[in-house]
């Protein structure tokens, strides 16, 4: 069964150090990752997306199929990247085969 | 497009009330979810859709009940409101392919006392 495990609730930092949250799948076929990020009331929005290979306000994240992870990663934070992170698989069926990590917070400290 | 829109926004109900959340999405999306979404916690698969007039179980069904009786909606019913309900109630849809990416509501913030 496909899994997606976010080993940290909570992570704080201070603005401009690097961060990392950790994003770790267990799928035996091809899946899709995505990570969602959820501002303070407001609903879950895309940040970003395996297949597209592109960097989000500063976000980048990299598939290691080896590890299978797909950490967050942005060189230096900024207080508004303080929100709810949480990192979502779609498996290579349809519809259902959509999960969710338990997600993470990460607080931006000045 | 509105995108995936839900009303209400805000409700409180007493215990034993029914109400029905709505869902509409103008996408032609296959793909319906429902999540709750409790304080400080991640979030919950109730149900979901593949397409109109199938649904399926999630991780959290008991005490909701929906139906698909057209692409666009999706509504979530709850017969008898207890206090374990109270939550934010978060509606999702998506075209179905593998590389596709769940598109969400506004939430719908619901207060069972």
């Known amino acids: 069964a496909q899994r997606v495990t976010q080993p940290e609730k909570l992570l704080s930092v201070f603005k401009g150090a690097p961060v990392e949250l950790k994003c770790n799948y267990s799928?035996?076929?091809?899946?899709?990752l995505f990570w969602y990020v959820q501002y303070s009331r407001q609903r879950l929005q895309l940040l970003l997306r395996?297949?597209s290979r592109e960097s989000i306000k500063g976000f980048t994240a990299d598939l290691n199929k080896g590890e299978t992870s797909f950490h967050l990663k942005k060189p230096f934070a900024q207080e508004e990247d303080s929100a709810m992170y949480y990192c979502?698989?779609?498996?290579?069926?349809?519809?259902?085969?959509?999960?969710f990590g338990p997600g993470t917070r990460l607080s931006v400290l000045p | 497009n509105a995108g995936v829109t839900q009303t209400p926004k805000f409700r409180i109900l007493k215990i034993g009330q029914s109400m029905t959340l709505q869902c509409t999405q103008d996408m032609n999306h296959n793909y319906m979810y429902w999540y709750r979404q409790d304080p400080g916690m991640g979030l919950k698969l109730i149900y979901y859709s593949v397409g109109a007039g199938i649904t399926d179980k999630g991780e959290v069904p008991n005490g909701y009940n929906v139906s698909r009786s057209t692409t666009e909606d999706f509504p979530l019913r709850l017969e008898l409101a207890a206090p374990s309900q109270t939550s934010v109630y978060f509606c999702a849809s998506r075209p179905g392919r593998v590389w596709n990416e769940q598109f969400f509501g506004p939430g719908t913030r619901l207060t069972v006392l």
């Open positions: 395996h297949i």
């Open positions: 799928y035996s076929g091809s899946p899709e």
């Open positions: 979502a698989l779609s498996g290579d069926n349809y519809g259902q085969n959509f999960v």
